[in-house]
Protein backbone atom coordinates (compact mmCIF):
# COMPACT_ATOMS: atom_id res chain seq x y z
CA UNK A 1 0.00 0.00 0.00
CA UNK A 2 0.94 3.18 -1.00
CA UNK A 3 1.77 6.17 1.79
CA UNK A 4 -1.38 8.88 2.00
CA UNK A 5 0.40 12.31 0.81
CA UNK A 6 0.08 14.27 3.58
CA UNK A 7 -0.07 18.28 1.72
CA UNK A 8 -0.15 20.81 4.05
CA UNK A 9 -1.45 24.21 2.59
CA UNK A 10 -3.13 27.04 2.55
CA UNK A 11 -5.18 29.14 0.55
CA UNK A 12 -3.82 32.80 1.25
CA UNK A 13 -0.25 31.79 0.00
CA UNK A 14 -1.65 33.44 -2.88
CA UNK A 15 -2.08 36.65 -1.20
CA UNK A 16 2.32 37.56 -0.49
CA UNK A 17 2.27 39.69 -3.36
CA UNK A 18 6.06 40.20 -4.95
CA UNK A 19 4.47 42.07 -7.44
CA UNK A 20 4.39 41.28 -11.55
CA UNK A 21 7.55 40.01 -12.43
CA UNK A 22 8.76 38.30 -9.81
CA UNK A 23 10.03 34.68 -9.90
CA UNK A 24 9.09 33.49 -6.49
CA UNK A 25 4.94 34.76 -7.37
CA UNK A 26 1.56 32.82 -6.43
CA UNK A 27 1.61 30.51 -9.15
CA UNK A 28 4.25 28.24 -8.28
CA UNK A 29 2.15 27.02 -5.48
CA UNK A 30 -0.89 27.07 -7.96
CA UNK A 31 0.79 24.67 -10.43
CA UNK A 32 2.18 22.76 -7.69
CA UNK A 33 -1.75 22.49 -6.72
CA UNK A 34 -3.12 21.77 -9.61
CA UNK A 35 -0.76 18.87 -10.78
CA UNK A 36 -1.21 16.85 -7.67
CA UNK A 37 -5.56 17.11 -7.98
CA UNK A 38 -4.79 15.84 -11.49
CA UNK A 39 -2.28 13.90 -11.79
CA UNK A 40 -1.29 10.27 -10.04
CA UNK A 41 -1.01 11.32 -6.64
CA UNK A 42 -4.56 12.43 -6.53
CA UNK A 43 -6.45 9.75 -4.89
CA UNK A 44 -3.84 9.54 -1.98
CA UNK A 45 -3.48 13.63 -1.48
CA UNK A 46 -4.69 14.29 2.22
CA UNK A 47 -4.64 18.34 1.94
CA UNK A 48 -4.71 19.74 5.86
CA UNK A 49 -4.35 23.14 6.58
CA UNK A 50 -1.27 25.19 7.96
CA UNK A 51 -1.88 27.42 11.28
CA UNK A 52 0.50 30.92 11.61
CA UNK A 53 3.29 30.12 13.54
CA UNK A 54 3.16 31.39 17.08
CA UNK A 55 5.20 34.41 18.59
CA UNK A 56 7.17 32.01 20.37
CA UNK A 57 7.82 29.47 17.61
CA UNK A 58 9.17 32.11 15.20
CA UNK A 59 11.22 34.03 18.71
CA UNK A 60 12.65 30.05 18.77
CA UNK A 61 14.91 31.27 15.40
CA UNK A 62 14.44 35.10 14.73
CA UNK A 63 15.23 38.28 16.92
CA UNK A 64 12.30 40.24 18.30
CA UNK A 65 13.50 43.13 16.49
CA UNK A 66 13.20 41.00 13.48
CA UNK A 67 9.97 40.22 13.60
CA UNK A 68 8.90 43.71 14.09
CA UNK A 69 10.54 45.62 11.55
CA UNK A 70 9.27 42.70 9.44
CA UNK A 71 5.41 43.59 10.39
CA UNK A 72 6.11 47.34 10.49
CA UNK A 73 7.49 47.15 6.85
CA UNK A 74 3.96 45.02 5.71
CA UNK A 75 1.79 46.96 7.22
CA UNK A 76 3.78 50.41 6.27
CA UNK A 77 3.46 49.48 2.94
CA UNK A 78 7.32 49.13 2.19
CA UNK A 79 7.70 46.60 -0.99
CA UNK A 80 10.62 45.06 0.38
CA UNK A 81 12.62 44.47 3.01
CA UNK A 82 16.35 44.29 3.20
CA UNK A 83 17.34 44.33 -0.36
CA UNK A 84 15.00 44.31 -3.71
CA UNK A 85 14.73 40.89 -4.14
CA UNK A 86 12.53 40.46 -0.79
CA UNK A 87 9.47 41.82 -1.87
CA UNK A 88 6.44 42.00 -0.10
CA UNK A 89 3.06 43.29 0.54
CA UNK A 90 1.11 44.23 3.10
CA UNK A 91 -0.19 40.64 3.75
CA UNK A 92 3.31 39.21 3.08
CA UNK A 93 4.03 38.72 7.50
CA UNK A 94 0.54 37.07 8.08
CA UNK A 95 1.33 34.44 5.21
CA UNK A 96 5.05 33.99 6.20
CA UNK A 97 3.63 32.87 9.67
CA UNK A 98 1.35 30.39 7.10
CA UNK A 99 4.71 29.39 5.88
CA UNK A 100 6.53 28.66 9.00
CA UNK A 101 3.59 26.92 10.51
CA UNK A 102 3.40 24.43 7.55
CA UNK A 103 6.30 22.48 8.78
CA UNK A 104 4.84 22.82 12.11
CA UNK A 105 1.11 21.46 11.35
CA UNK A 106 2.74 18.57 9.03
CA UNK A 107 5.22 17.76 11.83
CA UNK A 108 2.28 17.52 14.85
CA UNK A 109 0.36 15.65 12.20
CA UNK A 110 2.78 12.67 11.94
CA UNK A 111 3.51 12.87 15.72
CA UNK A 112 -0.22 12.21 16.00
CA UNK A 113 0.33 9.24 14.46
CA UNK A 114 -1.29 10.06 10.92
CA UNK A 115 0.96 8.29 8.65
CA UNK A 116 2.13 10.05 5.32
CA UNK A 117 4.36 11.46 3.18
CA UNK A 118 4.11 15.13 4.55
CA UNK A 119 5.04 18.33 2.63
CA UNK A 120 4.71 21.49 3.30
CA UNK A 121 2.82 23.62 0.24
CA UNK A 122 4.24 26.71 1.77
CA UNK A 123 5.58 30.36 0.50
CA UNK A 124 7.12 32.02 0.70
CA UNK A 125 10.32 30.22 0.97
CA UNK A 126 12.92 30.24 3.89
CA UNK A 127 16.50 28.81 3.84
CA UNK A 128 17.91 31.97 3.35
CA UNK A 129 16.04 34.17 6.41
CA UNK A 130 18.66 34.75 8.89
CA UNK A 131 17.77 35.14 12.86
CA UNK A 132 17.60 39.23 12.06
CA UNK A 133 17.14 39.41 8.28
CA UNK A 134 15.71 38.95 5.10
CA UNK A 135 17.47 37.41 2.00
CA UNK A 136 16.86 35.60 -1.42
CA UNK A 137 13.02 35.53 -1.33
CA UNK A 138 13.15 34.63 2.31
CA UNK A 139 11.21 36.07 5.39
CA UNK A 140 10.96 33.72 8.07
CA UNK A 141 13.12 30.36 8.45
CA UNK A 142 10.60 28.11 7.67
CA UNK A 143 12.89 24.71 7.90
CA UNK A 144 14.43 26.44 11.47
CA UNK A 145 11.32 26.88 12.70
CA UNK A 146 10.00 23.70 12.00
CA UNK A 147 13.21 21.68 13.39
CA UNK A 148 12.95 23.96 16.86
CA UNK A 149 9.36 23.12 17.30
CA UNK A 150 10.01 19.61 17.05
CA UNK A 151 13.00 19.61 19.62
CA UNK A 152 10.65 21.85 22.04
CA UNK A 153 6.96 19.98 21.58
CA UNK A 154 7.95 16.71 20.65
CA UNK A 155 11.46 16.09 21.99
CA UNK A 156 12.75 15.20 19.28
CA UNK A 157 16.21 16.23 19.73
CA UNK A 158 18.42 14.99 16.83
CA UNK A 159 17.39 16.55 14.02
CA UNK A 160 18.97 16.28 10.01
CA UNK A 161 18.10 18.70 7.48
CA UNK A 162 18.64 17.69 4.28
CA UNK A 163 18.49 20.07 1.22
CA UNK A 164 18.79 20.29 -1.96
CA UNK A 165 17.90 23.17 -3.01
CA UNK A 166 19.95 24.66 -6.19
CA UNK A 167 20.81 27.16 -3.72
CA UNK A 168 22.94 27.14 0.37
CA UNK A 169 20.84 27.64 2.94
CA UNK A 170 22.57 30.28 4.29
CA UNK A 171 19.98 30.80 7.10
CA UNK A 172 19.39 27.26 8.16
CA UNK A 173 23.44 26.84 8.38
CA UNK A 174 24.25 30.33 10.33
CA UNK A 175 21.14 29.26 12.54
CA UNK A 176 22.76 25.73 13.69
CA UNK A 177 25.96 26.38 12.92
CA UNK A 178 26.93 25.90 16.92
CA UNK A 179 24.73 23.53 17.73
CA UNK A 180 25.76 19.46 18.04
CA UNK A 181 21.94 18.42 17.56
CA UNK A 182 20.82 19.68 14.40
CA UNK A 183 22.75 18.21 11.61
CA UNK A 184 22.59 20.56 7.99
CA UNK A 185 23.40 19.04 4.95
CA UNK A 186 23.22 21.23 1.88
CA UNK A 187 23.85 19.77 -1.87
CA UNK A 188 24.02 23.17 -4.07
CA UNK A 189 25.87 24.46 -6.61
CA UNK A 190 29.06 25.98 -6.18
CA UNK A 191 28.89 29.08 -4.14
CA UNK A 192 31.37 31.15 -6.20
CA UNK A 193 28.82 31.49 -9.23
CA UNK A 194 25.39 30.74 -7.10
CA UNK A 195 23.94 32.91 -4.73
CA UNK A 196 24.07 33.56 -1.97
CA UNK A 197 28.25 32.85 -2.60
CA UNK A 198 28.42 30.73 0.94
CA UNK A 199 28.33 27.14 1.49
CA UNK A 200 32.04 26.50 0.61
CA UNK A 201 32.88 22.95 1.77
CA UNK A 202 35.34 24.11 4.22
CA UNK A 203 32.18 25.67 6.25
CA UNK A 204 31.60 22.74 8.91
CA UNK A 205 30.24 24.13 11.65
CA UNK A 206 31.91 25.41 14.77
CA UNK A 207 32.24 24.68 18.40
CA UNK A 208 29.93 22.25 19.67
CA UNK A 209 28.65 21.92 16.24
CA UNK A 210 31.86 21.16 14.62
CA UNK A 211 31.34 18.57 12.14
CA UNK A 212 27.78 18.88 12.09
CA UNK A 213 27.33 20.92 9.00
CA UNK A 214 28.21 19.40 5.59
CA UNK A 215 28.02 21.32 2.24
CA UNK A 216 28.41 20.00 -1.09
CA UNK A 217 28.61 22.49 -3.76
CA UNK A 218 28.80 21.28 -7.18
CA UNK A 219 30.18 23.03 -10.81
CA UNK A 220 27.68 24.72 -12.47
CA UNK A 221 26.29 21.89 -15.25
CA UNK A 222 26.46 19.25 -12.81
CA UNK A 223 23.61 17.00 -13.38
CA UNK A 224 22.12 13.51 -11.72
CA UNK A 225 25.22 11.64 -12.02
CA UNK A 226 27.02 14.30 -9.61
CA UNK A 227 24.10 14.75 -7.16
CA UNK A 228 23.56 10.94 -6.87
CA UNK A 229 27.45 10.18 -6.29
CA UNK A 230 27.29 13.06 -3.83
CA UNK A 231 24.02 11.28 -1.98
CA UNK A 232 25.22 8.03 -2.40
CA UNK A 233 28.88 8.67 -1.17
CA UNK A 234 28.52 11.30 1.05
CA UNK A 235 25.23 11.79 2.48
CA UNK A 236 24.14 8.74 3.28
CA UNK A 237 27.10 7.66 5.35
CA UNK A 238 26.59 11.25 7.34
CA UNK A 239 23.28 10.47 8.12
CA UNK A 240 23.50 6.54 9.26
CA UNK A 241 26.33 7.81 11.33
CA UNK A 242 24.01 10.66 12.85
CA UNK A 243 21.02 8.77 13.93
CA UNK A 244 18.69 11.63 13.79
CA UNK A 245 15.46 11.13 15.28
CA UNK A 246 13.62 13.21 12.67
CA UNK A 247 14.24 14.11 9.29
CA UNK A 248 13.42 17.49 7.94
CA UNK A 249 14.10 17.99 3.90
CA UNK A 250 14.09 21.94 2.83
CA UNK A 251 12.64 20.81 -1.02
CA UNK A 252 13.46 23.36 -3.90
CA UNK A 253 13.25 22.20 -7.42
CA UNK A 254 15.42 25.06 -8.75
CA UNK A 255 18.75 22.95 -9.50
CA UNK A 256 15.82 21.62 -12.22
CA UNK A 257 17.60 21.99 -15.95
CA UNK A 258 14.87 23.99 -17.37
CA UNK A 259 14.90 26.63 -14.33
CA UNK A 260 17.23 29.39 -15.15
CA UNK A 261 17.89 30.36 -11.54
CA UNK A 262 20.61 28.22 -11.41
CA UNK A 263 23.10 26.57 -13.40
CA UNK A 264 22.59 22.80 -11.98
CA UNK A 265 21.20 20.41 -14.67
CA UNK A 266 18.87 17.69 -12.81
CA UNK A 267 16.12 15.64 -14.36
CA UNK A 268 12.59 15.41 -13.24
CA UNK A 269 13.53 11.81 -12.22
CA UNK A 270 16.10 12.91 -9.68
CA UNK A 271 13.49 14.37 -7.59
CA UNK A 272 11.83 10.85 -7.61
CA UNK A 273 15.34 9.38 -6.98
CA UNK A 274 14.97 11.78 -4.00
CA UNK A 275 11.78 10.72 -3.01
CA UNK A 276 12.40 6.97 -2.77
CA UNK A 277 15.60 8.15 -1.07
CA UNK A 278 14.12 9.87 1.60
CA UNK A 279 11.82 7.51 2.13
CA UNK A 280 14.29 4.94 3.02
CA UNK A 281 16.08 7.32 5.09
CA UNK A 282 12.81 8.20 7.51
CA UNK A 283 12.76 4.71 7.49
CA UNK A 284 15.58 4.61 10.31
CA UNK A 285 13.99 7.19 12.35
CA UNK A 286 10.51 5.44 12.06
CA UNK A 287 9.23 7.71 9.27
CA UNK A 288 9.70 10.99 10.57
CA UNK A 289 10.01 13.12 7.60
CA UNK A 290 8.64 16.32 7.10
CA UNK A 291 9.44 18.32 3.70
CA UNK A 292 9.29 21.87 3.18
CA UNK A 293 9.25 23.39 -0.26
CA UNK A 294 12.12 26.18 -0.71
CA UNK A 295 12.66 26.91 -4.57
CA UNK A 296 11.71 26.44 -7.63
CA UNK A 297 10.92 28.93 -10.63
CA UNK A 298 9.94 26.87 -14.03
CA UNK A 299 6.38 26.30 -13.36
CA UNK A 300 6.03 23.32 -15.11
CA UNK A 301 9.43 21.03 -14.31
CA UNK A 302 8.39 22.39 -10.82
CA UNK A 303 5.16 21.00 -10.52
CA UNK A 304 6.11 17.87 -12.35
CA UNK A 305 9.65 17.52 -9.84
CA UNK A 306 7.39 17.99 -6.88
CA UNK A 307 5.35 15.11 -8.06
CA UNK A 308 7.73 13.00 -9.00
CA UNK A 309 9.29 13.45 -5.51
CA UNK A 310 6.24 12.72 -3.68
CA UNK A 311 5.45 9.45 -5.62
CA UNK A 312 9.32 8.72 -4.58
CA UNK A 313 8.50 9.30 -1.21
CA UNK A 314 4.84 7.53 -1.09
CA UNK A 315 5.35 4.56 -3.26
CA UNK A 316 5.34 0.99 -1.71
CA UNK B 1 41.40 51.69 -4.01
CA UNK B 2 44.70 53.69 -1.57
CA UNK B 3 46.94 51.00 0.24
CA UNK B 4 46.79 53.83 3.72
CA UNK B 5 43.25 52.64 3.92
CA UNK B 6 44.27 49.05 4.65
CA UNK B 7 47.84 49.18 5.95
CA UNK B 8 48.93 48.88 9.29
CA UNK B 9 49.18 52.07 11.10
CA UNK B 10 52.29 53.45 13.14
CA UNK B 11 54.27 49.99 12.56
CA UNK B 12 56.44 49.23 15.29
CA UNK B 13 60.22 50.31 13.92
CA UNK B 14 63.78 50.09 14.77
CA UNK B 15 66.73 51.89 14.91
CA UNK B 16 70.04 51.15 13.15
CA UNK B 17 72.22 51.14 15.93
CA UNK B 18 69.63 48.49 17.19
CA UNK B 19 71.18 44.87 18.20
CA UNK B 20 70.76 42.21 16.49
CA UNK B 21 69.39 40.41 20.05
CA UNK B 22 66.93 43.16 20.55
CA UNK B 23 65.09 43.09 16.86
CA UNK B 24 65.03 39.38 17.58
CA UNK B 25 62.88 39.70 20.63
CA UNK B 26 60.71 42.86 18.91
CA UNK B 27 60.19 40.35 16.51
CA UNK B 28 58.88 37.04 17.94
CA UNK B 29 57.11 39.15 20.75
CA UNK B 30 55.01 41.26 17.61
CA UNK B 31 54.77 37.94 15.02
CA UNK B 32 56.50 40.83 12.81
CA UNK B 33 58.48 39.55 9.35
CA UNK B 34 59.30 42.38 8.41
CA UNK B 35 60.52 45.94 10.40
CA UNK B 36 61.27 49.30 8.94
CA UNK B 37 64.73 50.93 10.28
CA UNK B 38 64.18 54.52 10.78
CA UNK B 39 66.86 56.71 11.47
CA UNK B 40 66.23 60.73 12.92
CA UNK B 41 62.91 62.09 12.69
CA UNK B 42 61.21 59.01 11.76
CA UNK B 43 63.02 58.71 7.98
CA UNK B 44 63.24 55.15 6.24
CA UNK B 45 66.43 53.96 5.95
CA UNK B 46 66.03 50.51 5.47
CA UNK B 47 63.99 47.18 6.17
CA UNK B 48 65.10 43.85 8.63
CA UNK B 49 63.63 41.30 7.63
CA UNK B 50 63.29 37.74 10.29
CA UNK B 51 65.23 36.34 7.23
CA UNK B 52 68.19 38.35 7.82
CA UNK B 53 68.20 37.90 11.31
CA UNK B 54 68.20 34.39 11.13
CA UNK B 55 70.83 34.36 8.38
CA UNK B 56 73.09 36.13 10.37
CA UNK B 57 73.44 33.64 13.33
CA UNK B 58 75.55 31.09 12.74
CA UNK B 59 74.52 27.29 11.73
CA UNK B 60 73.23 25.13 14.79
CA UNK B 61 75.06 22.19 13.06
CA UNK B 62 78.70 24.74 15.05
CA UNK B 63 79.39 22.55 18.44
CA UNK B 64 78.02 24.10 21.22
CA UNK B 65 80.67 25.98 22.77
CA UNK B 66 82.07 27.35 19.42
CA UNK B 67 77.86 28.24 18.59
CA UNK B 68 77.23 30.27 22.32
CA UNK B 69 80.41 32.86 21.53
CA UNK B 70 79.39 33.29 18.19
CA UNK B 71 75.68 33.69 19.17
CA UNK B 72 76.95 36.12 21.76
CA UNK B 73 78.90 38.02 19.80
CA UNK B 74 76.13 38.63 16.81
CA UNK B 75 73.30 39.60 19.59
CA UNK B 76 75.22 42.08 20.40
CA UNK B 77 75.97 43.46 16.62
CA UNK B 78 74.03 46.17 15.10
CA UNK B 79 71.54 45.55 12.33
CA UNK B 80 73.26 48.50 10.21
CA UNK B 81 75.75 45.36 9.50
CA UNK B 82 72.32 43.25 7.99
CA UNK B 83 69.46 45.12 7.02
CA UNK B 84 68.94 45.97 3.55
CA UNK B 85 68.87 49.63 2.70
CA UNK B 86 67.84 50.04 -1.05
CA UNK B 87 64.23 49.72 -0.13
CA UNK B 88 60.98 49.73 -1.68
CA UNK B 89 58.55 51.74 -0.64
CA UNK B 90 55.35 52.80 -0.98
CA UNK B 91 54.00 56.62 -0.98
CA UNK B 92 50.97 57.51 0.83
CA UNK B 93 49.06 57.80 -2.40
CA UNK B 94 50.23 54.33 -3.22
CA UNK B 95 47.14 52.25 -4.55
CA UNK B 96 46.41 48.46 -4.22
CA UNK B 97 47.47 47.79 -7.81
CA UNK B 98 50.72 50.20 -7.38
CA UNK B 99 51.43 47.78 -4.26
CA UNK B 100 50.29 44.70 -6.21
CA UNK B 101 53.06 45.07 -9.15
CA UNK B 102 55.91 45.99 -5.96
CA UNK B 103 55.40 43.16 -3.88
CA UNK B 104 55.26 40.76 -6.94
CA UNK B 105 58.23 42.40 -9.10
CA UNK B 106 60.27 42.59 -5.64
CA UNK B 107 59.18 39.06 -4.38
CA UNK B 108 58.75 40.65 -0.60
CA UNK B 109 56.17 40.05 1.62
CA UNK B 110 55.57 43.83 2.79
CA UNK B 111 56.71 47.16 2.12
CA UNK B 112 56.67 50.68 4.43
CA UNK B 113 54.76 53.41 3.22
CA UNK B 114 56.05 57.05 3.52
CA UNK B 115 54.78 60.03 3.61
CA UNK B 116 56.43 63.14 1.28
CA UNK B 117 59.38 63.74 4.07
CA UNK B 118 59.93 59.83 4.32
CA UNK B 119 58.35 59.09 7.66
CA UNK B 120 57.37 55.64 7.70
CA UNK B 121 53.29 56.08 8.53
CA UNK B 122 52.45 52.43 7.76
CA UNK B 123 53.28 48.96 6.78
CA UNK B 124 51.24 47.50 4.24
CA UNK B 125 51.76 43.07 3.69
CA UNK B 126 50.92 40.72 1.39
CA UNK B 127 47.80 39.39 3.81
CA UNK B 128 46.54 43.34 3.90
CA UNK B 129 46.25 43.03 0.24
CA UNK B 130 44.38 39.63 -0.06
CA UNK B 131 42.30 41.42 2.82
CA UNK B 132 41.68 44.71 0.58
CA UNK B 133 40.73 42.98 -2.80
CA UNK B 134 38.38 40.00 -1.25
CA UNK B 135 36.56 43.21 0.41
CA UNK B 136 36.76 45.35 -3.28
CA UNK B 137 35.70 41.97 -5.12
CA UNK B 138 32.48 41.49 -2.71
CA UNK B 139 33.98 38.08 -2.13
CA UNK B 140 33.08 36.13 1.16
CA UNK B 141 29.50 38.49 1.54
CA UNK B 142 26.44 37.09 2.13
CA UNK B 143 23.99 38.28 -1.26
CA UNK B 144 26.25 37.62 -4.89
CA UNK B 145 26.00 35.50 -7.19
CA UNK B 146 28.51 35.68 -10.64
CA UNK B 147 26.76 35.48 -14.27
CA UNK B 148 29.05 34.88 -17.06
CA UNK B 149 28.05 36.81 -20.28
CA UNK B 150 29.97 36.06 -24.11
CA UNK B 151 31.64 38.45 -25.57
CA UNK B 152 29.59 39.09 -29.09
CA UNK B 153 32.72 41.15 -30.14
CA UNK B 154 30.50 44.23 -30.84
CA UNK B 155 31.94 47.67 -29.89
CA UNK B 156 31.51 48.90 -26.09
CA UNK B 157 30.45 45.58 -24.33
CA UNK B 158 31.40 46.70 -20.93
CA UNK B 159 29.34 50.06 -21.50
CA UNK B 160 26.00 48.44 -22.67
CA UNK B 161 26.30 45.83 -19.52
CA UNK B 162 26.54 48.47 -17.35
CA UNK B 163 24.11 50.05 -18.76
CA UNK B 164 21.40 47.32 -19.16
CA UNK B 165 22.32 46.26 -15.18
CA UNK B 166 21.90 50.11 -13.86
CA UNK B 167 18.50 50.78 -15.77
CA UNK B 168 16.87 47.80 -13.94
CA UNK B 169 18.46 48.82 -10.70
CA UNK B 170 20.46 45.56 -10.43
CA UNK B 171 23.60 46.10 -8.51
CA UNK B 172 27.00 44.59 -9.08
CA UNK B 173 30.22 44.93 -7.38
CA UNK B 174 32.46 43.34 -10.23
CA UNK B 175 32.68 43.40 -13.59
CA UNK B 176 35.83 41.43 -15.68
CA UNK B 177 36.39 41.54 -19.20
CA UNK B 178 39.20 38.78 -19.68
CA UNK B 179 40.64 38.50 -22.99
CA UNK B 180 41.65 35.26 -22.69
CA UNK B 181 38.29 33.46 -21.82
CA UNK B 182 37.87 32.44 -18.12
CA UNK B 183 39.74 29.13 -18.49
CA UNK B 184 42.46 30.93 -20.68
CA UNK B 185 43.18 30.06 -24.10
CA UNK B 186 39.89 30.71 -25.22
CA UNK B 187 37.72 32.92 -26.80
CA UNK B 188 37.15 36.22 -24.58
CA UNK B 189 35.09 36.07 -21.82
CA UNK B 190 33.06 38.67 -19.18
CA UNK B 191 31.92 37.50 -15.93
CA UNK B 192 29.84 40.00 -13.35
CA UNK B 193 29.29 39.95 -9.56
CA UNK B 194 25.51 40.38 -8.78
CA UNK B 195 23.59 41.22 -5.82
CA UNK B 196 20.81 39.39 -6.37
CA UNK B 197 19.35 35.91 -6.38
CA UNK B 198 16.93 37.36 -9.19
CA UNK B 199 19.07 35.96 -12.29
CA UNK B 200 15.94 35.63 -14.61
CA UNK B 201 15.95 39.70 -14.30
CA UNK B 202 19.90 39.63 -14.77
CA UNK B 203 19.40 37.37 -17.68
CA UNK B 204 16.61 39.43 -19.42
CA UNK B 205 18.31 42.95 -18.80
CA UNK B 206 21.14 41.39 -20.30
CA UNK B 207 19.53 39.32 -23.05
CA UNK B 208 17.24 42.25 -24.09
CA UNK B 209 20.68 44.53 -25.04
CA UNK B 210 21.69 41.34 -27.00
CA UNK B 211 24.18 39.30 -24.87
CA UNK B 212 23.91 36.25 -24.89
CA UNK B 213 24.56 34.35 -21.34
CA UNK B 214 27.72 32.14 -20.54
CA UNK B 215 26.31 28.99 -18.16
CA UNK B 216 30.60 29.05 -16.84
CA UNK B 217 30.33 25.55 -17.10
CA UNK B 218 34.08 23.73 -16.48
CA UNK B 219 35.54 21.42 -18.42
CA UNK B 220 34.76 18.08 -18.23
CA UNK B 221 37.59 15.90 -16.51
Known sequence: MPLPCLLVDHPRYQEHDTGSQHPENPSRVEAIRQRLRSGPLKDRLLVRESAPASRAQCLAVHDESYLFRLEESCLMGLTAIDHPDN????????????????????????????????????RPPGHHAESDRALGFCLLNNVAIAARHWQSAHGRRRILILDWDAHHGNGIQNIFLNDPEVFYISIHEHPTF????????????????????????????????????????????????????????????DGHADDDMSGL???????????????????????????????GYHLESLAASVEAYLLGLSDD | MYVTNYMKRSPVTARPDDTIAEVKTLMANHHFRHLPVVGENGRLLGMVTDRDVRSAYPSSVLDERHGKDELLKVGQTAICEIMSYEVVFLPAFATLDDALVLLDRHKIGALPVVDGRHQVIGIFSIRDLIRAYTILFGLGERGSALVGVKDDGRPRPLTRIVQALEEHDIHFSRLVRNKSGLSGGGAPAISIRVNTMNLRAVHQALEEVGFVIDPMRPEKL
Open chain 1, 87 to 122: QIGYDSFEVALLAAGGGIAAIDLLERGEPGAAFSLN
Open chain 1, 194 to 253: SFPGTGFAEENGAKAGQGLTLNIPLPPGAGDREALEALECLVAPALAAFKPQALLVAAGF
Open chain 1, 265 to 295: LYSTGLYGRLGIMTKRWGQACEGRVVSILEG
